[in-house]
């Protein structure tokens, strides 16, 4: 397993628990998509695994050893705009890269392509205030993909993009995941989009926090996202996880 947490407790201060024996594993290459009604917990299983909280009581294992402070091997995309206000979007991108010593030359490059990926690269030397709240998330994407880290935390990552910005991110994800063997932590409220990318779904909702649900997805990693949406399987598992997120928020 990459990611192990292994009976987990969290409570905020002063708050009700929202985990209290939480287990989760996610293997290497795996695509994990969480659905779950807001605020039942899916940003703060992410912040756990990211080393930003620590649990109460249990452990978190990333690669088979105990998470203690911030887990570098993890590229998170977070729910919120992170982006360094005094840098460029250029420099934003790059920030991954310099912290780890990537040499100048390798490190253009592959600002270069990133900002293409996500086409920011006409707005590469504006600074975050100048961008629209889409090409924020556009940064922050490139910034959590650039380095091809063993795994990825996205908190509702495409969830400000149009629609055609979302499909072509969808296939590029794919396609680096592919590429990498990266496994991925997705969060998301977007039902379809989790039926086309993950190899797993979980349902989660309760407080304490609980897995109601967990759907496997059988496309497999090389998948063709335009056969997958007339699939009748693709409309049976987005009536059957809409019926099973109805239930969650009851
Ligand atoms: N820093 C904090 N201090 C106190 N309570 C918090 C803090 N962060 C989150 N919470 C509470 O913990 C619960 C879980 O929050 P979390 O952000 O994990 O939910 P979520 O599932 O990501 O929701 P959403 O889908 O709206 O992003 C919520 O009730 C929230 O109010
Ligand atoms: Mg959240």
Not at 7 to 18: K, L
Not at 199 to 217: H, Q, S, Y
Request: with cysteine.
């Amino acid at each position: 397993m990459l990611l192990e947490l292994r009976d987990v407790h969290f409570r905020y201060h002063g708050e009700a628990p929202i985990l209290e024996g939480f287990d989760l594993d996610i293997a290497h290459g795996e695509f994990v998509a969480l659905l779950g009604p807001s605020g039942c917990g899916k940003s703060t299983l992410l912040n756990l695994a990211a080393g930003l909280l620590d649990p109460l009581a249990g452990e978190v294992d990333f690669g088979g050893k105990a998470l203690t402070g911030l887990n570098r091997d993890a590229g998170y995309m977070t729910q919120g705009d992170t982006l360094l206000p005094w840098m460029t979007v250029t420099n934003n991108i790059g920030l991954p890269l310099e912290l780890r010593n990537v040499p100048r030359g390798e490190r253009r490059d592959k600002i270069e392509r990133a900002l293409k990926l996500v086409n920011l690269w006409e707005a590469r030397d504006k600074f975050p205030s100048e961008l629209s709240g889409g090409m924020k998330r556009r940064a922050l994407l490139a910034r959590s993909i650039i380095y091809d880290p063993p795994m990825l935390l996205m908190d509702e990552p495409f969830g400000a993009l149009d629609a055609q910005m979302r499909e072509t991110m969808h296939q590029e994800l794919l396609d680096t995941v592919g590429r990498t063997g990266e496994s991925v932590l997705f969060v998301t409220h977007d039902i379809s989009e989790s039926i086309l990318l993950a190899d797993r779904i979980l349902v989660l909702g309760g407080r304490p926090l609980k897995v109601l649900e967990e759907v496997r997805i059988a496309w497999g990693k090389d998948r063709d996202l335009d056969k997958i949406r007339k699939d009748p399987e693709y409309t049976a598992l987005e009536t059957r996880l809409r019926d099973l997120l109805r239930a969650a928020h009851s």
